[in-house]
């Protein structure tokens, strides 16, 4: 191990799996060429190393530092691994890093935590003045013991008073400081240091050293990022701009000194969606209002106050007008969507009946209000900046924000963005903790380039891994990758006789269809003889959270062995661990579960945790507004037709390919992969024409698809458990 140079010191295992060492080579070259790397690699890849190891030894030869990030915790704890076995032989320094809420030991919100830590730092400097003012005041007197100059005496006595300031001082900036931070800044961090960097620590354990020490672990942790080679954090750590750009300043670099790797990275895109969306609630519109009222007096003269209440009152009017029978009754907890502008056309009623209100009420064109909202976020970016003051000087016990500045600068970006066709504008209502109905508008962003180009344009290279990332194509128009890419595609390594991909040929799965009595019939059939064939657990992917409670209850009766329900609103944890531990011991029992769910991916069911996974139907999203004005700005954007196969069909297709590599895990494991729907079948495209998925799947995939009759399912599933258990 010792002898290994190049990108290879830091590939910790004895021998490579197929394909891997050529999957480095290309990356290790392609990093050096600033490319970004495009990589699909099934399960057993071994894709995290294959990226790691090349982007370690070019970080080190060119002076950068490796972020890797994921959005499951599955992976991130195979990081925290990886990691360590690359320490064994080399001195890699890594930080895994979680937000601040997680680290918190006082669960403090950010903007709040961040004027305790200005306050913490005037502490520490108000401490050090009073140290001086206590020499300067021992220097007097022992000068005036010597000379009797009675001027010594006033000085002395002018210390004393400056003194009893500072200590006052002092003792109102201890109450509104942190204590934990006070205790980091006191400390030299040599001994963190050294414990951190001995081996990879995982946030729980630097969050216990720190609360032994009663220090914050955070913060500790921000300190030592500069000295990191390797950082091991969350997608929105990235995607996020503005904490990407503290994350830049506490390792001391630009963008352009990251390597990045993103796992999972077929889930870049949504990710990203979430951090570039905007909303506003009616609750927030009125508290804004409020605060004008309260500062009446030093408000520029521009009218903002009549311009937010005709915003709230266009909320208002809309949602209580497009209610229709009993859909009032049916909002709760959750907000609920209301139509407010075609998905197609964008034709939006908020914007529309606002600017013309404004224009009846005297507020002009629309240059004319951006001017006002300008003005209005000025001024409450001076308030908050007052709000701030007040806080650090302990004048409130609560740090307030400027609601003026919130809902002008909302209200100024929607007012451009509405009618763009990369945004949706969304009218959401839900109940309140009085049981009242109130509105929240949303601008939902369909193709978030606006934050994956700028970051795929400025950092010095990066990894996109999935293990159903292809088409690679797609990939680069929706994330807005213009750079030059490698783009690599390694399939499974594992022997082919471990596995048995079935696709049944049953009528296909749509809506119209799928509550025929004959064709619930033949799959409640197909599902018994799978579970009663599968020599271990059966993994079972349903269209729906509907259609898995319906089977649920079918094959809880029919079935002798334990059955586990995936519920929407219910946490997934505790069935997962009862179902593997079945499944570890040996056993046999079944988990319904359906494909938008949390468990078709980023869950690893090796070692017996899954034996058989089916499939039922194809399982599109639901094509609701959102969905429907994703695919049209596709359309928009990329052309007639991209919509359906950019925002649907392929997502879909994506999700099915994750949820078939629940099962093979490793070289040893084995397992069958069942897809029940007519329109995955070789026949497909024939049978089912444009409605036929099969030629979707990657050619290496499909060509492995076994076409069966429904009742030859039992005897497929005998045979292949019969060579293999």
């Known amino acids: 191990m010792s002898g290994k140079s190049g990108y290879m010191k830091y590939f910790p295992k004895e021998t490579c799996y197929p394909n891997q060492q050529d999957a480095m080579d290309k990356i290790h070259a392609s990093l050096i060429n600033k490319e970004i790397i495009l990589f ?283 209610f229709k029978f009993g859909e009032r009754e049916r909002v709760g907890r959750h907000w609920y969507d209301m139509r407010i502008s075609d998905p197609y056309e964008r034709n939006d009623m908020v914007r529309g009946k606002f600017l013309r209100f404004a224009k009846e009420s005297g507020f002009g064109e629309m240059a004319d209000i951006q001017k006002l909202l300008l003005e209005a976020s000025e001024f409450g970016a001076m308030l908050d900046e007052n709000y701030r003051e007040q806080y650090k000087k302990g004048l409130t016990g609560v740090l307030k924000r400027s609601h003026i500045r919130y809902a002008a600068d909302f209200l100024s970006s929607y007012l451009v963005l509405s009618h763009n066709l990369n945004y ?25 380039k606006n934050v994956t180009e700028p970051l795929f344009d400025s950092v010095f290279s990066a990894v996109l891994m999935s293990a159903t990332l292809r088409p690679f194509d797609m990939v680069k128009s929706t994330l807005g990758i213009g750079r030059p890419t490698c783009e690599l595609s390694y399939g499974t390594s594992f022997p082919e006789e471990k596995r048995l991909t079935l696709s049944v040929s049953v009528p296909p799965l749509f809506s119209r269809t799928r509550d025929d009595p004959q064709t619930l019939q033949v799959i409640e059939e197909v ?106 700005a596709y359309d928009h954007m990329f052309g007639y037709g991209a919509g359906w196969e950019y925002a649907v069909q392929i997502p879909t297709i994506r999700k099915i390919r994750q949820a078939m590599g629940r099962v093979v895990r490793s070289p040893d494991d084995y397992g069958a992969r069942i897809l029940l729907d007519g329109r995955f079948t070789t026949e497909a495209p024939n049978n089912f024409g444009k409605f036929s998925v099969f030629e979707i799947f990657p050619p290496d995939e499909r060509d492995e698809f076994i076409d069966v009759e429904p009742e030859k399912v039992k005897y497929s599933l005998m045979n292949f458990f019969q060579d293999n258990a």
């Open 40 to 322: 699909e690699g099934a399960c057993g890849t071994g894709k995290t190393l294959s990226a790691l190891a090349p982007s370690l030894n070019v970080a080190k030869q060119f002076q950068k530092t490796v972020i890797i990030a994921t959005n499951v915790h599955q992976q991130m704890v195979q990081f925290i691994n990886e990691a360590r076995d690359i320490k064994q032989t080399n001195d890699l320094k890594a930080v895994v890093l979680k937000g601040k809420s997680a680290m918190c030991p006082n669960e403090t919100d950010y903007e709040e935590c961040r004027l305790k830590r200005e306050n913490t730092f005037d502490l520490l400097e108000t401490e050090r003045e009073i140290i001086l003012k206590k020499q300067e005041m021992k220097s007097a007197f022992e000068n005036y013991k010597r000379s009797k100059d009675p001027a010594l005496v006033a000085l002395r006595d002018a210390l004393s008073k400056e003194l009893d300031v500072a200590e006052e001082k002092s003792k109102e900036l201890r109450k509104r400081s942190c204590d934990q931070l006070y205790e980091v800044l006191r400390y030299d961090g040599e001994a963190f240091r050294q414990w951190l960097f001995e081996d990879v620590r995982t946030p729980e354990e630097v969050n216990e050293y720190a609360l032994k020490k009663g220090m914050c672990g955070y913060e500790l942790l921000k300190r030592e990022l500069k000295n990191a080679d390797l950082v091991i954090c969350n997608f929105h750590h990235v995607l996020n701009s503005d904490i990407f750009m503290t994350v830049l300043n506490w390792l001391e670099k630009e963008p352009q000194d990251v390597i990045a790797i993103f796992d999972e990275a077929h889930n870049i895109e949504s990710a990203a969606r979430s951090h570039s969306s905007i909303t506003i609630t009616e609750h927030t519109v009125e508290k804004a209002i409020a605060e004008i009222e309260a500062n009446i007096d030093q408000m520029p003269d521009g009218g903002i106050h009549n311009l937010l209440k005709i915003l709230l009152n266009v909320i208002r009017e809309i949602y209580n007008s497009r």
């Open 424 to 448: 949706y504008p969304v009218l959401n209502v839900r109940r309140d903790l009085n049981n009242e109905i109130y509105g929240r508008v949303e601008l939902f962003t369909c193709i978030p």
């Open 527 to 632: 599902l018994f003889d799978a579970v009663e064939q599968t020599k271990g657990t059966v993994i079972i992917f349903f269209q729906s959270s509907f259609e898995a409670k319906r089977y649920y209850n079918k094959l809880e009766s029919r079935v002798e062995v334990p059955v586990f329900l995936d519920e929407v609103g219910v946490s997934s944890q505790e069935v997962r661990e009862d179902f593997f531990r079945i499944g570890e011991s040996g056993g046999k029992a079944v988990l319904v579960s359906y494909l938008w769910g949390t468990l078709s991916e980023g869950i690893d069911y090796r070692d017996g945790r899954g034996r058989t996974v089916i499939i039922v139907g194809v399982g599109y999203p639901a094509l609701n507004d959102r969905m429907n004005a994703v695919e049209s």
